[in-house]
């Protein structure tokens, strides 16, 4: 199980973060070709977190919770 700073962690629209999805927790878990990308949160639904990723061309809109989200450092 992941620490309970994973659980807890919170985000601002526009932060930096990327995908990593913890298998443990299948909670809040995004589609596995997510995994590894990187994204903008652009809104937060319940205690889950809207994540705007580019896939392609295109802009796609990831639901994830914070456990599964990991802050890219010096984005503000």
């Known amino acids: 199980m992941p620490r309970v700073n994973r659980f ?3 985000f601002n629209v526009n932060d930096l973060v990327a995908v990593d999805i913890e298998p443990s927790v299948h909670k809040g878990m995004p589609y596995h070709g997510f995994h590894g990308l990187t994204g903008r949160i652009s809104g937060q ?3 889950a ?4 990723v580019r896939v392609g061309g295109k802009y796609k809109q990831v639901l994830a919770t914070p456990v599964h989200l990991k ?3 010096g984005s503000e």
């Open 49 to 52: 977190y809207l994540v705007k």
């Open 71 to 73: 802050r890219i450092a």
């Open 45 to 47: 639904q319940g205690s």
């Open 8 to 10: 807890m962690q919170s």
